[in-house]
Nanobody, 117 residues
Framework: QVQLVESGGGLVQAGGSLRLSCAVS?????VGWFRQAPGKEREFVAR????????DFADSVKGRFAISRDNTNNTVYLQMNNLKPEDTAVYFC?????????????WGQGTQVTVSS
């Protein structure tokens, strides 16, 4: 089973930036980022294919977030700019997500992102 470990979460003011990292135990795996706010369902944020040639973003983050990967160290990044309070959630990375759906081969433990107004 693929293991994933997220890092980089924290507390930031609205308008600020954070970069999340997802260390993946296996090479050439498509990775997605999802988030879950208290009392809400887990939702798709972004995804990237194994080579980095394809990316996809939720409308709510398009133009503010970027996803990239470094296959030399099996790490996927989520650069989050112009953060808003509504971006507050636990962020999870997932291996081989089923499109934008909530199913995936495996999940990381999550990292908390809190955006203050």
């Amino acid at each position: 089973q693929v293991q994933l470990v997220e890092s980089g979460g924290g507390l930031v003011q609205a308008g600020g930036s954070l970069r999340l990292s997802c260390a993946v135990s296996r090479r050439n795996i498509a990775v997605g980022w999802f988030r879950q706010a208290p009392g809400k369902e887990r939702e798709f944020v972004a995804r990237i294919n194994w080579s980095g040639s394809f990316t996809d973003f939720a409308d709510s983050v398009k133009g503010r977030f970027a996803i990239s990967r470094d296959n030399t160290n099996n790490t996927v990044y989520l650069q989050m700019n112009n953060l808003k309070p509504e971006d507050t959630a636990v962020y999870f990375c997932a291996a081989n997500p089923s499109g934008r759906g909530p199913s995936a081969d495996s999940w990381g433990q999550g990292t908390q992102v809190t955006v203050s107004s």
